[in-house]
């Protein structure tokens, strides 16, 4: 615990001339009001500043001779006189690049950004072992590491994590990227070493299950773990499980993303006993076990579940709706979820309060599902729907029993029409901030919301074609407190629309492929039941299928209603 | 302008600055001060506050600052108006400044304190080493060994 003592003070024993100079405003006495004040005197009544300056003419000459005698001094700087708290102050606004310039200028600012930097990220190759203590000397209040180190170098090893742990006992945040020569040697004394580590964050590491046993069996601290990308998990007869080990009752967040063989965390989320929020992302294999042994052991507790392109189904989604408290469900292509399993959530999750879909446009959640929601949770205050398509007859049950619903996204919906915002624009009166992407509504929605939603402060529009730049500034001028946010796609060519569709790129990071488009109809039929190496194919298919979709929706904006009935190009 | 349109209801709180100026402040105004907070609550209403590490010249400008500041606070024109003004007083005048962040820091004040650092953070980005030496009259008291092991070391930390 020596340094803890270090971490919030800087110590007084630096170079700055505190004491030196008693009267820091002695330069200033000479001048004259104007010369000082960057504003001039606006509200007597509020400030009464009741005496003059004398002599503002010779203040200047005064303040340079008083400067000349100053620079005897050992740091004649202009701004010396500024504490070193204040100076950690300013350096807390910079980034890392212009921190580690200003700690180039001077000892003093070396000293001052060394002992107020509590979060570094080093470049984790090997040879940082010899310079490791040098580092950590220079910063010694640190308390969020990260290493990372690129995929073509050799990456520190457990020798240097274990230098680094002694070095950085008050660690609370910890993340380590590409770092593939650590094992479980490494991840046993840091979490020794370091008793206060509330987050471990890995990604693209090799220690496996062992890695991770090893660093939960001392991690008596840690809050919040995430996972990606870890080699060394395997399954069948030599799966080895991770169990919750020391951390078992402070856990509270488990994160995994793009795990082989994630399954083996199984014990780990059923022996946190505090755990709330549980995240799996692009996980392979199948997940309804997991979860089903969920609500067999009861982590009750659960308040937040995202799962996203998973092999999941409405199994699942029952298993997760014995999480009474759930709040927050995302389900994010996972395309084997119905209406079966949101209408299950809905029955017995009342108290959620946020709910993102991305249907993935598979049409297996809509209506039904929704209304149930509609029915059961009242408290919904948040509700993201991505590629659904909900009739009027869900959004009208939705926008008058969640009386709290305050934020509203519906991207790229066929159903979403002038006839739905309609009934948004004058049900949904909590509602504060609403996004509509790629749905057929027109001007005549925009009118409507003008009259609507009383607390509306935020109105989205993007990707609808029949959205004026009219409609959009008659909203604004109508509704003057409202930010209207619009852009206008309708003068496009459809291939420039195509190439430059920038919603591609913020779904998947995908480029445009038509002639995939039938893919995408044959993925959805893929029994729920799938395998795990056949929901990897299945999911691969499923994203080149969006692919198309999202180039397709581009070209016949009329046609694409009726693209879930027939799978023929429009082109 | 909500600080002048209860001026009439508001208390006034009278302060004296280290070099024996009196200020006739509201109290709405002086509140923003965790200093003078503090203070009134230990009960010292009634009498004139000593401030005896302000000067008057400054105590003037933090008293302005942060009725501007009060103003601006759901204006995004004004923020900006106000957090490029410290460009300004930092070339002409960083004593000043020095002067400002310090009293500022001494009273307390966590909207200033924040703005202040902004300040001298606008003006530092992006510059060398030896720009903002010479800029803010700085002197390099690095031997050039200890600057080349400081570099080497700075290698190993990202930007």
């Known amino acids: 615990m020596g340094q803890s003592a270090s971490t919030s003070s800087i110590p007084s024993s630096l170079n700055r001339r505190d004491n030196s100079n008693p009267n820091p405003s002695r330069r200033m006495k000479n001048r004259s009001t104007d010369e000082i004040s960057v504003v001039p005197i606006e509200d007597s009544r509020i400030c009464s500043y009741q005496s003059s300056d004398e002599d503002g003419e010779d203040a200047a000459a005064a303040a340079v001779a008083d400067l000349d005698l100053d620079a005897v001094d050992d740091c004649p700087d202009l701004i010396s006189d500024l504490p070193d708290e204040c100076l950690a102050h300013v350096f807390q606004f910079l980034g890392a690049g212009d921190r580690k310039r200003c700690s180039l200028v001077c000892r003093r600012w070396l000293q001052v950004d060394g002992q107020s930097r509590h979060r570094l990220s080093l470049d984790a190759r090997s040879d940082i072992l010899i310079s490791i203590p040098s580092i950590f000397d220079r910063f010694d209040s640190i308390s969020k590491l990260a290493l990372k180190c690129d995929r073509r170098s050799v990456s520190i090893g457990d020798e240097a994590l274990v230098l680094i742990s002694l070095r950085c006992k008050n660690l609370a945040r910890f993340k380590i990227r590409g770092c593939r020569e650590i094992a479980e040697v490494g991840m046993a004394e840091l979490a020794r070493n370091c008793r206060n580590l509330k987050k471990l964050s890995c990604g693209s590491c090799s220690f496996g299950a062992r890695g991770i046993n090893a660093f939960l069996d001392h991690a008596a601290a840690l809050e919040e773990l995430s996972v990606k990308r870890l080699r060394g998990l395997t399954d069948g007869a030599a799966m080895e499980p991770i169990g919750p080990g020391a951390a078992a009752s402070t856990l509270k967040t488990i994160c995994l993303k793009e795990l082989y063989n994630g399954q083996c965390f199984e014990s780990l989320i059923l022996g946190a006993k505090s755990l709330k929020t549980l995240k799996l992302f692009r996980c392979s294999g199948d997940w309804d076990r997991v979860l089903e042994s969920i609500s067999v052991d009861q982590v009750a507790g659960l308040r937040e579940v995202h799962l996203e392109r998973l092999q999941v189904s409405d199994c699942g989604l029952a298993a997760i709706s014995s999480c009474l408290d759930l709040e927050i469900l995302h389900l994010v292509k996972t395309p084997e979820c119905t209406n079966a399993g949101l209408t299950s959530i809905a029955e017995r999750c009342k108290l959620l309060r946020k709910l993102h879909i991305d249907g993935w446009k598979t049409n297996r959640i809509g209506d039904e599902g929704l209304a149930a929601i509609a029915r059961r949770c009242p408290n919904l205050q948040e509700l993201v729907l991505i590629g659904v398509n909900p009739t009027s007859h869900s959004i009208g049950l939705l926008t008058s029993n969640c009386r709290n619903l305050e934020r509203l996204a519906l991207c790229n919906s066929e159903t979403i029409g002038d006839a739905e915002i309609s009934c948004i624009a004058t049900k949904c009166l909590a509602l504060r901030k609403l996004c509509i992407k790629g749905c057929p509504v027109s001007d005549q929605g925009m009118e409507a919301l003008a009259g609507g939603c009383p607390n509306l402060v935020k109105v989205k529009v993007k990707k609808c074609r029949g959205v004026t730049s009219e409609g959009a500034e008659w909203l604004r001028s109508n509704r003057g407190s409202l930010a209207v946010n619009l852009d206008i796609i309708a003068a496009m060519e459809p291939q420039e629309a195509g190439a430059s569709d920038g919603e591609a790129q913020e779904i998947g990071g995908e480029q445009q492929y038509p002639s995939l488009i039938k893919q995408r109809t044959a993925a959805a039929d893929v029994p729920s039941s799938s395998s795990s190496s056949s929901s990897r194919r299945c999911r691969s298919a499923f994203s080149k299928a969006k692919i198309g979709l999202l180039a397709r929706r581009n070209f016949v904006a009329s046609t694409i209603k009726r693209w879930s009935q027939s799978n023929s190009n429009p082109q | ?159």
Not at chain 2, 60 to 69: A, P, Q, S
Request: charged residues 30%; negative net charge.
């Open chain 2, 1 to 159: 302008m909500a600080s002048t349109s209860n001026s009439t209801s508001s208390k006034i709180i009278t302060l004296r600055s280290s070099d024996g100026e009196v200020f006739e402040v509201e109290e709405s105004v002086a509140l923003e001060s965790n200093l003078i907070r503090r203070m009134m609550e230990d009960d010292c209403a009634n009498n004139i506050i000593p401030l005896p590490n302000v000067t008057a010249p400054i105590f003037y400008l933090v008293i302005e600052h942060c009725k501007k500041h009060a103003e601006m606070k759901d204006n995004k024109e004004k923020k900006k108006e106000l957090r490029s003004q410290g460009e300004e007083l930092l070339k002409s005048d960083p004593h000043t400044y020095s002067n400002l962040m310090e009293a500022v820091n001494y009273l307390d004040i966590k909207s200033l304190m924040d703005l202040t650092a902004q300040w001298l953070a606008d003006f530092l980005k992006g510059k060398s080493p030896r720009l903002i030496r010479e800029l803010l009259k700085i002197k390099n008291d690095f031997t050039p060994e200890e600057e080349a092991e400081i570099l080497e070391r700075n290698r190993w930390a990202f930007d």
